[in-house]
């Protein structure tokens, strides 16, 4: 199975601030990779799939770049909506996996 | 708008059958773009795939599950179930069911767009 890891383990930022995540997939995944992000007591919700490609209703701040092992996904000006746990996630072969996560928190 | 809502029972004990199924409403379950799937989070612990599901009854499960895990799909229901086998505390969580466009070319969006609210089911005595 594809190991995802994800980078840091924990982020603090201040409001405002730009905000960027790590996510390394144990192989070539191309670009099937999707981001999440999981608050507190709600659902995780998709905000980047195809590596890059912003989920409907995502807010453009939210940016998804990389392909084959090495991804990034960047916040631009973090808001205080967006502390939360953020999750990478590969398609690319089955089973599929998750990282770790990352949590973004208040600085 | 899709919505999709768990039901199933909260405890189990251990040994027994975890059995949860998620409920479709403003949608349909017979799209050939979706699959539908199960991922769970234990506490402490972050998001594990379990399963998923095409309308069809083809079924893609982890393989560290796959000997005790169970998807099925009830189309006229507009549903589909987990069945899992044998609990421990181990399998103690929050289940979500999903939907999921990742393994079908044809999904507008790939990934997995609509999520459940989620239960929690504790495995204790």
């Known amino acids: 199975e594809i190991v995802m890891t994800q980078s840091p383990a924990t982020l603090s930022v201040s409001p405002g601030e730009r905000g960027t995540l790590s996510c390394r997939a144990s192989q070539n995944i191309n670009s099937n990779l999707a981001w999440y992000q999981h608050q507190p007591g709600q659902a995780p919700r998709l905000l980047i799939y195809d590596a890059s490609t912003r989920a409907s209703g995502i807010p453009d701040r939210f940016s998804g770049s990389g392909s084959g092992a090495e991804f990034t996904l960047t916040i631009s000006s973090l808001q205080s909506e967006d502390f939360a746990v953020y999750y990478c996630q590969q398609y690319n072969n089955w089973p599929w996996t998750f990282g770790l996560g990352t949590k973004v928190e208040i600085k | 708008q899709l919505q999709l809502q768990e039901s199933g029972p909260g405890l189990v004990k251990p040994s027994e059958t975890l059995s949860l199924t998620c409920s479709l409403s403003g949608g349909s379950i017979t799209s050939d773009s979706y699959y539908w799937g199960w991922i769970r989070q234990s506490p402490g612990r972050g998001l594990e795939w379990i399963g998923n599901?095409?309308?069809?009854?083809?079924?893609n499960y982890n393989p560290s599950l796959k000997s005790r895990v169970y998807i099925s799909v009830a189309t006229s229901k507009k549903s589909f179930s987990l069945s899992l086998r044998a609990v421990t505390a181990a399998d103690t969580g929050v289940y979500y069911c999903?939907?999921?466009?990742?393994?079908?070319?044809?999904?507008?969006?790939?990934?997995?767009?609509?999520w459940g609210k989620g239960t929690t089911v504790i495995v204790s005595t």
């Open positions: 599901i095409y309308y069809t009854g083809s079924t």
């Open positions: 999903v939907r999921d466009g990742a393994a079908v070319v044809t999904a507008p969006t790939a990934g997995m767009d609509v």
